[in-house]
């Protein structure tokens, strides 16, 4: 069906079909959440009414809709093996892929392991290519979907994802590389120690847990055990590649910033100010404390730890306001919340480098030649030609498949 498509929004997933869009549900996440209420329920009488307020038990807000509330998710990828859908996701401290039956309600494992997490995958035939985080790393490794077997051809002090197939060559794999800093180095002994996988969530997506080196685009030959560099500069993350059928390489480029951990004088500025930021931790607690027992906050208005122009997208800040009114003044006919230094980019056989278009943080190619592009506030469909047709209002699309 045309401009049918797959498409991940503020970690849940959901299908356009030409016309409308549909949030597709986890079975897996629906199973997860229905134990913790029915636990949680169980367990109330010991928290709410006479008898726990007798007992000094009381405890307003530990009933099962807190609970629930508490549960966090996320849908990182989703692909398509012989009419099934699969897709990965992040449930508390779990995560695998399962396979969603078009037939049925129930769901089938495809890999699941409590100390790995496998989050970006692309299918080709019957294999498919993952990345499997581990003790702080990630690599790359290869399911055959027919027999269950998982082979890891990457290794090393790094964080690789975002694998997908050649479409030229099956034993090759295009994927995205980025270098641990010395000091994040894992001890021989703790190196291959199971951890918890909201640890490693914490890890991969948060911006300040660990400085990641600038990630580049790499070549993986799985025939010959051959890896080669091919997109990388200091100044630059290469993420998203896309390996189109006539040889062209198509990637987002966003500038790479390096936190070096400040200066001396920045370091002075941080002793000095101590007193004043464990005063404003001290009162954070205390206020967040009394709104959960009481209702009210110490203060006269609401504390808003975060501004609310500011999204985190893909594991970066952005300024959403600020970034919507530069584009519409730069004169974007569908101005979105990405900034146009991040930019889609198409690399051809013969090593022409050509911007396809400014402001993207997600793109699949379709077979037509047109491509669906995500820019933060919608997705839009990009002809050959350069003309954008608005399909539909999407905030903080990260992946359309």
């Known amino acids: ?125 019957d294999r498919l290519v993952a990345s499997a985080a581990f003790a702080g790393e990630s690599h790359i490794g290869v399911l055959d979907l027919t027999t269950g077997r998982f082979d890891t051809y990457t290794e090393g002090h790094v ?47 948060s911006s300040s847990s660990v400085t990641l080196g600038p990630s580049a685009i790499c070549l993986l030959d799985i025939s010959e055990g051959r890896l080669d560099e091919l997109l990388s500069d200091n100044g630059y993350n290469f993420t998203s590649p896309f390996n189109a059928p006539d040889g062209s390489l198509y990637y987002i480029r966003r500038p790479y910033k390096y936190n070096s951990g400040g200066s001396s004088f920045g ?10 930021r464990l005063f404003q931790a001290l009162f954070g607690f205390l206020n967040v404390f009394s ?25 970066n800040l952005i300024n959403a306001e600020r970034e919507l009114k530069e584009n519409a003044r730069r004169g974007d006919k569908n101005p979105g919340i990405i900034p146009r230094s991040w930019e889609l980019r198409r690399l051809d056989k013969d090593g022409n480098d050509t911007l396809i278009r400014s402001g993207v943080a ?7 030649g047109s491509i669906l592009i995500s820019n933060g506030s919608h997705i839009l469909r990009v002809d050959e030609n350069g003309r954008e047709e608005k399909l539909l209002a999407a905030d903080k699309v990260t992946f359309i498949k």
């Open 1 to 125: 069906m045309k401009n049918s498509f797959y498409y991940i929004q503020d970690g849940k997933m959901y299908r356009f079909n030409g016309e409308n869009s549909k949030e597709i549900s986890s079975w897996v996440l629906d199973s997860y959440i229905s134990k913790v209420r029915s636990r949680a329920e169980q367990n109330e009488w010991k928290y709410n009414g006479q008898g726990a307020a007798f007992t000094g038990s009381a405890m307003p807000h530990a009933s099962a809709s807190e609970a629930v509330s508490s549960i966090f998710s996320r849908v990182n990828c989703v692909g398509e093996y012989k009419g099934n859908l699969l897709y990965s996701i992040d449930i508390d401290s779990t995560n695998g892929i399962y396979r969603k039956s078009a037939e049925s309600e129930s769901e089938g494992i495809v890999l699941c392991s409590s100390s790995t997490a496998y989050r970006s995958f692309d299918i080709k035939g």
């Open 159 to 205: 964080r690789d994802s975002s694998p997908v197939w050649s479409a030229t060559d099956s034993n090759k794999i295009y994927f995205c590389s980025a270098g641990l800093p010395e000091n994040e180095k894992t001890a021989p002994d703790e190196k291959n120690a199971p951890r918890g996988i909201s640890q490693m969530v914490d890890e991969m997506y």
């Open 267 to 276: 370091c002075l500025a941080d002793i000095l100010m101590l007193p004043v």
């Open 291 to 315: 709104a959960k027992y009481s209702g009210k906050t110490l203060s006269r208005s609401d504390v808003k730890q975060k501004s609310d122009d500011q999204l985190m997208i893909d594991g």
């Open 362 to 368: 997600a793109y699949k190619i379709c077979t037509d």
